[in-house]
Structure formats: structure tokens, C-alpha cells
């Protein structure tokens, strides 16, 4: 342990004293403990650390048996405070009223057995203070004398506690702030929310509407597609009418034309024969030819003419 003063800190953090450097309990207690029989001074051990952010302070101290009183039990304390000065001092006391607790008959005659007791309605407590009139008469000077220093460790004591109760007061305004500040936040973030909310809601609704949209338009396409399934069957009988009387005209027109052709090759045929079973076109060349018959002789009449060469 490194030694700093009177307080000597360990590496664990733990600082560990006696609390003999300044006028308190601690040295009340130690000139009480020496006049009983108690060989050295109490050990004090506490340590520091913050507890939600608030300076905490644990001390404890442990006081065994006098070697002259070994049947005593010992004294132990455990307490919390803000700094170690206070916490300090409020283990000192915490020592001293157990002590005249546990050793009244000790302490009857004892200035320090008038301090107050922890519990007001100690009988003990109560008979030493009806009886201090055989203190004073006793031991006048020593009486003021614990009466006075009692009295400024008190005054120490209450004066400590004050600044670490102020503290805490500013750290509690400071929390209180930060607290209202939160929770104005948190209602802003809550009128987001619902707002937020209305939004999501209105999005939802939309979406509902969307998808009826969209199903509708499905069953539309599933019907439109069925008609269009239903007009191109249409569609193709009528192609295949459409083929089959395509094929009907141009049988009909090839028809047509075959029957036109058939004729006029007849006609070369007949218009153009140089000569006729012997007879040759110089044997004409007297003959008158016959009268004819209209503008323009038909096929059938050119035909019988041509018949008729065999007369000649």
C-alpha cells in the first residue's frame, strides 16, 4: 500500500486510516476505547466509487476485544456515505453508541455514556441522563470537556453531511432536468409516433385498395384474355373459309381461262390450213367468194365453212 498522509491507499483502491489527523468520533472513540483497556487505535478501511453516477463512499471498521476484556465482543461497522471524510465520521459514531450499547454498566459512570443512545427509549440511556447530576459533581471538567467535543463532531458531522446533501441536490435538480427534458422528448417522439402511425395506416389502407385494384384488373385480363382465346378461333374459321372459297375462285378462273383457250387454238387451227385434201390456194384465185353473212363471222360459222371446202 502506497502510504499518502494519514491515509495509506491500497492497489485494490481500498484506502485504509486511522483518523487521527483531524478532531471528530474518530478520536472520541479511540481516548474512550485506551481508557477501557484497548491497545491501538481503530483501522478504517473505505473505498470510493460511483454508483449511477453519484460519488459513493463505503467504510468499515472492525474493532477486536481488549487484551484486558478478551470476553468482549468486538465491534464491527459498516456504513455508507459521499466522501470518506463523512463516512469517516458517521463510522466513528456508528462505533462509539455500539460500544455504550453493549458495556452500560462500563460507561455508568462515564461522561461518554450521556451521548445519545440510538434508540431514544434505551433504558440504560435514560437512567445516565437522570443521574448526570453525579457526573457533574464528580467529574465536572471532563464531562464539559467530552460534552464540548461531541458537540463540534457533531457539528463536523452535520457539516459534512450538508455539502454531500447539497450535492446530491444538485445532482437531483440536474437529474430532475434532464428528466423533464426526456420526457419532453419522449412526447414529441410519441406525437412522431402516432403520427407515424396515422401515416402507416393511411398506407395500409391505400394498399387494401391497391390490391383490389390489382385483382380486379387480374380478373379483367383473365376475361379479356378469354375473349381474345375466343376470337382467334373466330378468326381462324373464318381464314379457313376464306381459304377454302379463295381456292373455289381460282379453280372457277382457272376454269375460265381453260374454256378461253381451248377455243382460239380451235381457230388457229382452222384459219390456217395451206392446203385442203389437195386443193391448193391457186384454185381459188378465180372463184368469186360467197356473199357474208354479218360483221363478223362467229367460230362456229367459220368452222362449217371450212367444212364445206370438201364441195369443191
Given at each position: 500500500?502506497?502510504?499518502?498522509?494519514?491515509?495509506?491507499?491500497?492497489?485494490?483502491g481500498?484506502?485504509h486510516s486511522?483518523?487521527?489527523?483531524?478532531?471528530?468520533?474518530?478520536?472520541?472513540?479511540?481516548?474512550?476505547?485506551?481508557?477501557?483497556?484497548y491497545q491501538?487505535?481503530?483501522?478504517y478501511a473505505g473505498?470510493?466509487y460511483?454508483?449511477?453516477?453519484?460519488?459513493?463512499?463505503?467504510?468499515?471498521v472492525?474493532?477486536?476485544?481488549p487484551p484486558?476484556?478478551?470476553?468482549?465482543p468486538q465491534?464491527?461497522v459498516s456504513t455508507?456515505g459521499?466522501t470518506?471524510?463523512d463516512t469517516w465520521?458517521?463510522?466513528a459514531l456508528q462505533a462509539?453508541?455500539?460500544?455504550?450499547?453493549?458495556h452500560?454498566f462500563?460507561?455508568?459512570?462515564?461522561p461518554?455514556?450521556?451521548f445519545?443512545?440510538?434508540?431514544?427509549?434505551?433504558?440504560d440511556?435514560?437512567d445516565?441522563?437522570?443521574?448526570m447530576?453525579?457526573?457533574v459533581?464528580?467529574?465536572?471538567q471532563?464531562?464539559?470537556?467530552?460534552a464540548t467535543?461531541?458537540?463540534?463532531?457533531l457539528y463536523?458531522?452535520?457539516?459534512?453531511q450538508?455539502?454531500?446533501?447539497?450535492?446530491?441536490?444538485?445532482?437531483?435538480?440536474?437529474?430532475?432536468e434532464h428528466?423533464n427534458?426526456?420526457?419532453?422528448?419522449?412526447?414529441?417522439?410519441s406525437?412522431?409516433?402516432?403520427?407515424r402511425?396515422?401515416?402507416?395506416?393511411d398506407m395500409?389502407?391505400?394498399?387494401?385498395?391497391?390490391?383490389e385494384?390489382v385483382?380486379?384488373?387480374?380478373?379483367?385480363?383473365v376475361?379479356?384474355?378469354e375473349?381474345?382465346?375466343e376470337?382467334e378461333?373466330?378468326?381462324?374459321?373464318?381464314?379457313a373459309?376464306l381459304?377454302?372459297?379463295?381456292?373455289e375462285l381460282?379453280a372457277i378462273?382457272?376454269?375460265?381461262?381453260?374454256?378461253e383457250?381451248d377455243?382460239m387454238?380451235?381457230?388457229?387451227?382452222?384459219?390456217?390450213?395451206?392446203?385442203?385434201?389437195?386443193v391448193?390456194?391457186?384454185?381459188?384465185?378465180g372463184?368469186?367468194?360467197p356473199?357474208?353473212?354479218?360483221?363478223?363471222?362467229s367460230?362456229?360459222?367459220?368452222?362449217?365453212?371450212?367444212g364445206?371446202l370438201?364441195d369443191?
Amino acid at each position: 500500500m502506497a502510504a499518502h498522509g494519514h491515509v495509506m491507499r491500497g492497489t485494490d483502491g481500498t484506502s485504509h486510516s486511522m483518523c487521527l489527523h483531524f478532531e471528530g468520533f474518530p478520536a472520541i472513540l479511540w481516548d474512550t476505547l485506551r481508557w477501557f483497556g484497548y491497545q491501538s487505535p481503530p483501522l478504517y478501511a473505505g473505498r470510493e466509487y460511483l454508483e449511477h453516477g453519484v460519488q459513493r463512499c463505503n467504510v468499515r471498521v472492525v474493532v477486536p476485544p481488549p487484551p484486558v476484556q478478551p470476553h468482549w465482543p468486538q465491534l464491527e461497522v459498516s456504513t455508507y456515505g459521499h466522501t470518506l471524510e463523512d463516512t469517516w465520521e458517521s463510522a466513528a459514531l456508528q462505533a462509539l453508541t455500539q460500544f455504550c450499547r453493549l458495556h452500560p454498566f462500563e460507561v455508568l459512570l462515564d461522561p461518554i455514556g450521556l451521548f445519545p443512545a440510538r434508540d431514544r427509549l434505551d433504558v440504560d440511556w435514560l437512567d445516565r441522563v437522570n443521574n448526570m447530576e453525579v457526573l457533574v459533581t464528580s467529574h465536572p471538567q471532563v464531562t464539559l470537556s467530552t460534552a464540548t467535543r461531541c458537540m463540534n463532531a457533531l457539528y463536523r458531522l452535520v457539516e459534512l453531511q450538508g455539502r454531500a446533501m447539497a450535492v446530491l441536490a444538485r445532482i437531483a435538480v440536474d437529474t430532475q432536468e434532464h428528466l423533464n427534458t426526456t420526457k419532453k422528448d419522449l412526447v414529441e417522439q410519441s406525437y412522431q409516433l402516432i403520427q407515424r402511425g396515422i401515416r402507416i395506416s393511411d398506407m395500409e389502407t391505400r394498399i387494401t385498395e391497391l390490391e383490389e385494384e390489382v385483382t380486379d384488373m387480374e380478373h379483367d385480363m383473365v376475361l379479356l384474355a378469354e375473349e381474345k382465346l375466343e376470337v382467334e378461333m373466330e378468326l381462324a374459321v373464318a381464314n379457313a373459309h376464306l381459304d377454302e372459297h379463295h381456292a373455289e375462285l381460282n379453280a372457277i378462273h382457272a376454269q375460265e381461262q381453260q374454256g378461253e383457250n381451248d377455243p382460239m387454238e380451235e381457230e388457229e387451227e382452222e384459219e390456217d390450213p395451206e392446203e385442203i385434201e389437195g386443193v391448193s390456194s391457186m384454185d381459188f384465185e378465180g372463184v368469186q367468194s360467197p356473199p357474208r353473212v354479218g360483221d363478223a363471222p362467229s367460230p362456229v360459222h367459220s368452222a362449217s365453212s371450212v367444212g364445206n371446202l370438201d364441195d369443191f
